[in-house]
């Protein structure tokens, strides 16, 4: 035979083998009753919701209408009667459905929100793994889902369909993070083998000073990480200024942290359910924060059950509410007030105080008098989540967060009463989309676009001069990010993504008298492309994280590279290695260009990089770290080098002989963070200590290489925590070195009306020391839980100095301005949980 000829018959043969499987797969239900009522000249009825979209295997023709109809039968699991006249009624078998329980096949543990799917309906577990679902027919295709898990596919038929037995789920091989140091300071606090810590909130224990899992008050308890002046907005990780750090919500980036202008997180601790702090080896996903980031994620799954809380501190009062909008949605609302309005507590009163020290709400014109001092704070969080299917799931996001205060400034000019009202507000409102695909069980893709708007404005009323002086500082940021993950094999996962953010900032200055105006508006779009391969060993004690991120800045022209690695090496069961390094870029600081500005409040705005006398900041770091875990005994040692180019003189706060001189330089920190802890039955006991050389280089001042504004040498932070049945109590010791500083020459401080220094930064404050204290009580009930907390910053009411700077006064001496910490604050909290 020819090769034509073969042809020609394999052909013939692949035709005739389609044909006849086309004419042996399954038809239409509707299609088959059809020929069916030819065949036996008979009537079918039935109703059209009943068999849409059901397909069976067309009986026999040599069969009778009798045993045609119970092959139908079978395989649909409907109810057919043959009635007189050859009409046959079909109904759907109400008797017929699922049930079961979906657990883990390793651990046997139930999987609470599993979904399962069949055609037109869906469910998902509970507590227990339990579901049960109404089936239409025994033909479905029955789908079972869980994030981290195969999926399940199986027709109706397979399961045992008389009991609810057991259906085991097996977990997905996949590159998931592994924790190697659980409980690294207090319950909640695990360190995973990327290098990431994480926070779960809702098993968040008890550190000293802190009444609620407040994030950013929480992450300054970690070796590396202090607050130069005790404020959540004022972060410094590593010896980087708070704007190098990237704080993201949902993955949406926030340009404002704090409330109280700093002293409480603004970030509501009830919607929040885990937070990721990374301060190296950051994955290529992530552009921005030189220094550090710290990621706070929503709930990934619907909620089947409504829960929620209420609670009130003697600062504001919150709420929290989560509800299951059918088997497929959940939307999630937090809300969070303050009480000044109503109640101006201690705890108001001190942080009041300490946020207008040596500012013009305190500290104005002689002849002027202010009155009428009104502070509020807000925020409000929402989050939807919708499966739309057993692959597919959207998230919606909103925050608004927002701080005002306000005074009136009283004066007799030319014998006549005046008032006017000077006032500052800050807030930040963000939304957020998110869309995930998963096509299979290797491949899933996640698109992100989200807008974050900032805004910080003040108007300052000089009633001597009859001025009203307005400030403001906006941001507005639209991003977008695309990424796919695929799984390889057991051991290799690929992500690859692509990524497009556009920033505008917009600085205003406006006087009325004598009229002026500077409106100064930037933008700055990037775009990235991004790639990464994560690898885990057989046995899971080697985990590999390599990345590349490429940025390309338009409004430059210029192109920014950035490798990322991070590797963990577990041995001898104990113990484990890890070595960290990263590049990264950031494009948006903050500067500070007057002390006075928008009150002294909060005095730093937000500026563009020009690439200029503004350079973009670029970092590279690297690190080396050590762990050891056994029986409640844990030591962590981590040594680590870190360069930040590009920042200026205007963003590290000087208030010295630098104060207006405008330079570009960089840091180099090279530091050492070490961290002991003893867990024994009830009871919790750490000490970290932190070493840190942070050194400026400014090529164009005096002296080009000095202390950092930020170099705090030496840090212990020391605690203890107990529990006894409900009662829960913790305490703790921060002692740092004082903060640099600089001073005037002794016996020669004024020359021709201005200061005159001393090297700078060659002088530090006294020691700062503080001790807190925290117990908390819970009460259950049937359906709510109570509980009851208090807590004492600064115990010992020290007098912590935290700034000093000088000022020449009117004698032509130099006059001196000291900034301390809080002094001894009390708190008390009570939520319900329902």
Known sequence: MNSNKSGLVLIFLLWAGCFWGWTQEAK??????????????????????????????????????????????????????????????????????????????????????????????????????????????????????????????????????????????????????????????????????????????????????LIEPDVLQAVQSFPGIQSINETVSNINIRGGTHDQNLILWDDIKMYKTGHFFGLISAFNPQITQKVALRKNGTPAAYSDGVSGTIAMQTEEEVNPRWKGNLGANLIDVSGFLDMPLGNKSSLQIAGRKSISDLWKTPTYEAYFDRISQNTEVSNNAESVVNTDQTFDFYDVSLRWLYRISDKDRLRLNFILMDNQLAFDENAVISGIDATRRSSVSQNNFAGGLFYERQWNDDFT?????????????????????????????????TGARLKGTYTLNDRWTGHLGYQIIETKVTNLDDVDLPLFRSLVAEVV???????????????????????????????????????????????????????????????????????????????????????????VLES?????????????????????????????????????????????????????????????????????????????????????????????????????????????????????????????????????????????????????????????????????RWQFGVSVWNLLDKNNEINRYYRVDEVDQAQQFRQTSLGITTNAAIRCYF
């Open 28 to 209: 239409p239900l509707v299609q088959a009753l059809t020929q069916l009522e030819n065949r036996y000249n008979c009537t079918f009825n039935y109703a059209e919701r009943t068999v849409a979209d059901v397909f069976v295997e067309i009986p026999s023709a040599e069969l009778s209408l009798e045993q045609a109809v119970s092959s139908l039968a079978d395989q649909t699991g409907f109810v057919f009667e043959v009635l007189e006249n050859n009409f046959v009624s079909i109904k759907r078998n109400a008797e017929l459905s699922l049930c079961g329980y979906i657990l883990d096949k390793d651990t046997l543990e139930p999987l609470e929100g599993a979904t399962i799917q069949i055609e037109g309906a869906s469910t998902i577990t509970d507590g227990n793994g339990y579901f049960k679902i109404e089936v239409r027919h025994s033909g479905v295709s029955v789908t079972v889902r869980y994030l981290g898990y195969r999926t399940l596919e199986r027709n109706y038929k397979y399961f045992k369909t008389n009991t609810c037995d057991a259906i085991y789920l097996i977990p997905k091989t996949e590159q998931l993070s592994q924790v190697i140091l659980s409980n690294y300071l207090v319950n909640g606090i695990d360190k995973l083998n990327t290098g990431d810590f994480q926070i779960d909130v809702e098993k968040f224990g008890l550190l000293p000073g």
């Open 620 to 784: 590279k770091q690297a690190a080396l770290g050590f762990n050891f875990s056994r029986k409640g005994w844990l030591l962590s040692a981590e040594g680590y080098y870190k360069q930040v180019d590009g920042i200026t003189t205007q963003s590290q706060g000087f208030q010295d002989q630098y104060e207006f001189i405008k330079s570009a330089g960089s840091y180099e920190v090279v530091g050492l963070d070490f961290l002991f802890r003893k867990r024994l039955k009830n009871a919790n006991f750490w000490m970290s200590y932190s070493y840190m050389d942070n050194t400026y280089t400014f090529e164009n001042l005096q002296a080009d290489s000095f202390p950092s504004n930020l170099d705090i040498t030496h840090a212990v932070n020391g605690g203890a925590s107990y529990t006894y049945r409900d009662f829960e109590i913790s305490t703790g010791i921060n002692w740092r070195t004082g903060k640099p500083t600089t001073e005037p020459i002794m016996g020669n401080e004024v020359v021709n009306e201005a200061i005159n220094y001393a090297a700078s930064n060659t002088e530090r404050l006294e020691d700062y020391l503080r001790w807190d204290a925290s117990v908390m009580y819970d009460l259950k009930f049937e359906k709510t």
């Open 445 to 477: 893709t996640t698109f992100q676009i989200y807008e974050s708007d900032y805004k910080l404005q003040a108007i300052n009323a000089n009633l001597l001069l009859n001025q009203r002086f307005l400030q403001e500082n906006k941001v507005s940021e």
């Open 525 to 615: 779009r990037s775009h990235s492309g991004f790639a990464q391969g994560d690898y885990s060993s057989k046995d899971e004690n080697t985990r590999l994280q390599i990345g590349f991120r490429y940025n390309y800045l338009d409004k430059f022209e210029k192109s920014v590279y950035e490798p990322r690695f991070t590797l963990t090496q577990k041995f001898a069961e104990y113990f484990s290695v890890e070595l960290l390094g990263e590049m990264k870029h950031q494009v948006a600081s903050q500067i500070i260009n007057f002390q006075n500005d928008f009150l002294g409040v909060e005095k730093r705005r937000w500026q563009l990089a020009n690439d200029k006398d503004i350079p």
